[in-house]
């Protein structure tokens, strides 16, 4: 009797398209954290529960996959990157010293509902700056989240805005204690619409009409940066906090546009509120000009103390998380996904098993010149294996027989076009670079 | 009160250094796969409990991490990639075609005794060919490997034997059920020499003690390959099991040399067993030149059926797996990482604030040119700036005060030989690509 092969719910298997495709998106996202000097990291899939409870709501603690260990111990799969992250700065800054810049990419695990299409085991792919205050590390971040996309081969939009804007209104308004009520509201601006945000700002966070008013009125301010920023001046004026907010957004935007970031690229958009309380000054949310409806395909901010559970030592900072699952649909839509997936670029069919020898040399010569080549194993028709080969992306077929040894020369077809040419083994390996370099 | 910042027993976290060796190694070893035409995959972390009991013996059965899920069902953490991948390849093999070559690379859990120096939660990096039994795989299996250690920039001896000259001689000897014993003793040969297996193939074999000398006689054939294939054919004579595996093994040492392997690299070695009974033709194992006393660091070998389990298709294959941590131990001790780990190769200390601008476009600049800069993000004092780079293994430093910028020029220092000197602004790019390159 066989076992039936399945995953559970909610779980995956990548199939080679998927995940060179993944594979893809994270070495490119992790060159671009490493040309800015972030470091990687890893931690443990296991966690001691007691540092994973308690630390994402409610929801995520009835997520949590918790089990007691063969010693006894409580310990649960971490469901983010962050609560580790903390955990682990606690632990090693003292060595690490700060500012410490790191990123992660890892699985976490969510217990999830997932009616809603998502998975419970998924990548995050998140990079900090952490132990300075200094607002480079911010500028530095929306210099990453360009990059990254730039060399996706995306064009993307930034949105940033400062959570000292609405705390320094609500600080003026006496609405101080009501942030998290009214974050909660504000995060639902662009789905339901400034009317019914109003009532829910009245009905959850206690706010007169004139103070829902003033409230919207800050969020729902448009125009280019600088007409949103003068339309921000009276409304925070007098708050410590509210100003130095503004002062803080104006030196980022002006740092990115230093650090290369083409105008019009990062953009002040008050109305992201990035429903968290954690964040406390910059925040990030990053849109495809190709496809801002799929959402926020890389967000983040800056928070003011990351491991105060862990320790008594304060770790301001700030980061972001790609969201690898999003970005991945996305690019797929988009058509932009590298079409081989990763695939060597050149299939050798095995015509002629007595010249076995041959063949194995020859693919020995291309892969010492950088040219990736698959050798089909076996010596089947020409047909079956160029059918596999044209099922796994190959650019290139080389087809040589009996004939084409003595001759020294090959057929070189182009898997894309179908088109076939003799080429002199002698310039193979130029050729092939030739015609895969002028494509890629 | 604040938690106590600490992982789980048995468990670890990675430091930049450390996490930045095993990415270069996982990078390396991903681009030889790809190279050979095998394509990623992977599987997710917790599978149902029916697919991973029972495969790995009672001992994997008692180091299971097996946990009830929110639905009730019985699940556990991976333990191997190799039955995800028996549980995969029934799954999707209509889909995928055969042959399929794929690689993955990713963490299994063990509640493994800690004491012997192991981790319970570990990288497992594999490598397969399935659906076919061509030989073809197996030289190429001798490739990948030694492809693999000369991107690490090491010399190694791949020792090669083949299972069924065993089967062969215990089938002569009438002790052809007698594989499982046979093979746990021998595999005890180098570490408490022939007596005490001959004795141990008495106890536990049943062997008499002529069938014991005659199964240590060809355990214990020494010399180069000819030498070893002359001994072993009278040995073998009349098996066709054995002469079967003595062809083949020829057949796998004159592919690996006309696919490039260089003279001496793959050996002949009779007396590698590796334990499982699961390998049914070619086995290897392998050692580097320059600490071969730590272990093999990349063993596998030739199986008749990977999926039996859950599928009735017969998928032959052959792979390997590399051993991430032995290995990355090994190049430690000899000094063979790369030094800077995933660091930026260019530090830009941040000395005058006012001209943060200039920084920022000075790295975005260097960065066009696909060179890594790391800017600090406060200015202050150099010495303190210097510091934090030292630790984190910059290569150069681009120190750039009021005077420079006026002059355009830096004054750029090796962080490695303390050496300085002054470069024009314009020159600096090329005059850093022309250090880093020539080092590297």
């Known amino acids: 009797m066989t076992i039936q092969p399945r995953t559970l719910k909610g779980f995956r298997d990548y199939l080679p398209q998927a995940a060179g495709s993944r594979e893809w998106l994270i070495e490119k996202a992790k060159g671009v954290f490493r040309s800015f000097g972030y470091l990687p990291i890893d931690t443990p899939a296991l966690e001691y529960t007691e540092i994973l409870l308690g630390k994402g709501g409610a929801e995520s603690d009835k997520q949590l996959y918790r089990f007691e260990d063969h010693g006894g111990r409580d310990v649960g799969l971490r469901f983010d990157l962050t609560v580790p992250l903390a955990r682990y700065a606690a632990q090693h800054i003292g060595k690490l010293g700060t500012p410490f810049k790191r990123y992660h990419v890892g699985p976490v695990w969510r217990g999830e509902n997932t009616q809603r299409g998502r998975y419970r085991e998924f990548l995050q792919c998140d990079f900090d700056t952490i132990g300075t205050e200094s607002l480079v590390a911010d500028i530095e971040c929306a210099l990453v989240i360009h990059a990254l996309f730039e060399q996706l081969g995306q064009r993307v939009q930034i949105h940033i805005n400062n959570r000292k804007l609405l705390s320094g209104l609500l600080e003026k308004l006496d609405l101080g204690a009501q942030t998290v ?56 004026a007098g708050s410590e906090l509210g100003e130095q907010g503004l002062s803080e957004l104006e030196e980022v935007l002006a740092g990115a546009l230093a650090g290369g970031l083409p105008p019009g690229r990062l953009v002040l958009d008050v109305s992201i509120a990035r429903g968290l309380d954690y964040y406390t000054g910059t925040i990030f949310e990053t849109f495809l000009d190709a496809l801002p409806g799929i959402g926020s395909c890389c967000s983040g901010g800056r928070y003011d103390d990351l491991a105060s559970l862990y320790t008594s030592q304060r770790l301001p900072g700030i980061g972001a998380s790609l969201g690898v699952d999003r970005l991945l649909a996305a690019l797929e839509e988009l058509d932009a996904l590298p079409a081989g997936g990763a695939s060597a670029p050149i299939f050798l069919p095995l015509f002629d098993a007595d010249r076995l020898a041959d063949y194995l040399a020859l693919a020995a010569e291309l892969r010492g010149q950088g040219l990736g080549v698959e050798l089909y194993p076996e010596a089947r028709k020409l047909g079956a294996q160029l059918k596999y080969a044209d099922r796994r992306g190959h650019r290139l077929a080389v087809v040589i027989g009996g004939r084409e040894w003595e001759a020294g020369t090959c057929q070189l077809k182009d898997l894309r076009s179908g088109e076939s040419s003799e080429v002199s083994l002698e310039d193979l390996a130029a050729e092939c670079r030739r015609r895969l370099g002028r494509d890629s």
């Open 181 to 236: 009520p009214v974050l909660r509201a504000l995060d639902k601006l662009a789905k339901i619409g400034p009317q019914k945000v109003a009532q829910e700002l009245e009905a959850q966070a206690g706010a007169s009409p004139r103070q829902a008013r003033e409230v919207l009125a800050l969020a729902e301010l448009e125009g280019d940066d600088q007409e949103i920023l003068a339309g921000l001046r009276p409304m925070l």
